[in-house]
């Protein structure tokens, strides 16, 4: 088989993989719920996570509002592509001795759950950190792996797949040809 | 046809250089205020510091007195992790002799990264930003009576802060707009992001009527002025730029358009009052009115340090040869 039929195959088994949203969800709430404490804080990385960790947070019927983590002040590509700056971080707990589960959509290269746990400690010193994540893809570039994974797909580096939210609030996972 | 690029944004639009808000299209202005807001709540922190600019030098370019913009310019470097670098430039080469030019260019032989200069001459920052290489960026932090664009960003922020929408916003700018940079720099981010109306007001040696060319309503009575405003942007009474007997004096002028707590309700009852400051107590503004509740003067500086973190980490991130 050449590389690029099997390209195709992975490609085309990812896709399936990715299609059923409310199972990867369950998925997700199962594997989150059996390691939350009763004192356990879910902060979302803007924007995929946080929509992940707003949907949690109500699933696992925790009190007040998941936290918000912006990597955007220690992305390691700044003098590349610059300041993109959205949605900012917003934690109202104390970081300090806190046990905390990161919620992303995606992980892939490690670089963005490298600047979120920096930007984290800005904040004080947590008890423990751990990592929940929708689709888990291949293509690390760090020493970073998920404790929770709804799903893991193999892609080409041709390939993207990112969480979208449509105007009704319905969230779907969408593989791409990277620009 | 000859296209000039404006020289603050390179071949991708991006702003490599904050020179004058004139020029600027609205979508960057808005980019800045966005960006400020992440700083914001950086401000609010514990661990004060980003490391955005970590490993990058800003030198303070100040030829013209200035503590407080120099300092604001040096909190907000160092909370971006930069170096800062403040040039006593009236101490030094320039008392000797040496031209503008020579003294960027010894410096950029010191790497700069950022220049943020102040200077008495109208387009100093322009000067300095054609010579500089394509990595190194210019913040004007006031140049003659042209332009102050990150006071007039602060104060879009401010704005954009206390009213949301600038499209139903009647903004009064009272005082010397004459002489002011600052009133400029307001007008044309004013404009630029939309407000219904901006009136400016004063007595006719200090507020021109030819104002009105830059889309503003010139107003010499105060209460018309101000009446059913939104936003009052007072401004102080510039001594040391007045040359001739512009005004018989400053109780003269407090008389006729100082900003007093019974002339405020002439404005809107939830209008918010802004100043750059310094403030003269008594001369452009009553006490009662800088202390009062609708006065976000003490907000402006601390927004103030947002947007400069904000632009020196917007144009630090932009190549100007792309």
């Known amino acids: ?179 | 046809m000859l296209y000039r690029r404006n020289p603050q944004l390179n071949k991708n639009g991006e702003l490599v250089h904050l020179l004058s808000i004139e020029g600027l299209p609205a979508s960057i202005l808005r980019q800045v205020l966005d960006t400020a807001e992440n700083f914001v709540s950086v401000n609010d922190r514990e661990v004060k510091k980003v490391p955005l600019l970590r490993g990058r030098s800003v030198f303070n370019l100040f030829f013209e007195n200035s503590t407080r913009t120099r300092t604001t310019f040096e909190i907000a470097a160092k909370r971006l992790s930069a170096d800062v670098i403040n040039l006593d430039i009236a101490r030094s080469s320039a008392s000797k002799g040496e031209s503008l030019l020579d003294t960027i260019a010894n410096l950029s032989a010191m790497a700069a990264d950022i220049f943020v200069v102040r200077h008495s001459e109208s387009g100093a920052p322009y000067l300095i930003a054609k010579h500089v290489a394509p990595h190194v960026h210019v913040i004007n932090a006031g140049d003659g009576r042209h332009s102050h664009p990150t006071q007039g960003l602060l104060d879009m922020f401010t704005i954009r802060h206390y009213k949301k929408d600038f499209s139903n916003l009647t903004v009064a700018i009272v005082g010397d707009v004459l002489h002011s940079r600052v009133a400029r720099s307001d007008i044309h981010g004013l404009t630029t992001l939309g407000a219904a109306e901006v009136r400016v007001v004063g007595p006719k040696t200090l507020v021109p009527a030819d104002l009105a060319q830059m889309g503003v309503r010139v107003c010499h009575n105060l209460e018309e002025g101000i009446r059913d405003c939104d936003v009052v942007i007072a401004l102080r009474l510039q001594n040391e730029r007045m040359s001739g007997a512009l005004l018989p004096s400053a109780q003269e002028y407090f008389t006729s358009y100082g900003l007093t707590r019974e002339r405020l309700q002439w404005a809107k009852p939830d209008a918010i009052v802004m100043h750059p400051g310094p403030i003269n107590r008594g001369v452009e503004i009553d006490s009662d009115v800088v202390d009062g509740a609708q006065s976000v003067i003490l907000p402006q500086v601390t927004f103030g340090i947002a947007v400069r973190m904000a632009v020196m980490s917007l144009v630090a991130g932009n190549d100007a040869s792309e």
């Not at chain 1, 199972?23 to 803007?46: E, F, K, W």
């Not at chain 1, 760090?142 to 797909?153: G, N, S």
């Open chain 1, 1 to 179: 088989m050449s590389a690029i039929d099997s390209d195709a195959l992975r490609a085309q088994s990812a896709v399936d993989a990715v299609r059923d949203m409310p199972t990867l969800y369950q998925a997700l709430l199962l594997g989150v719920g059996a390691l939350c404490r009763s004192d356990t804080h879910l902060v979302g990385i803007a924007t995929g996570g946080a929509w992940l960790a707003e949907r949690l947070q109500s699933d696992l019927k925790l009190s007040g509002e998941p936290g918000v983590l912006s990597s955007a002040m220690h992305r390691d590509d700044f003098a590349q592509r610059g300041l993109a700056a959205r949605e900012p971080t917003r934690l109202d707990f104390d970081v300090n001795g806190a046990h905390i589960i990161v919620i992303d959509d995606v992980l892939y290269t490690g670089r963005t759950i490298r600047a979120v746990i920096n930007e984290l400690y800005d904040f004080g010193r947590p008890a423990s950190v751990a990592l929940a994540v929708l689709v888990d893809r291949n293509g690390r570039e760090l020493p970073i792996q998920a404790d929770v994974a709804a799903v893991r797909i193999e892609l080409p580096v041709s390939k993207s797949v990112a969480l979208r939210q449509d105007v009704a609030g319905e969230l779907s996972v969408v593989i791409k040809d990277r620009r």
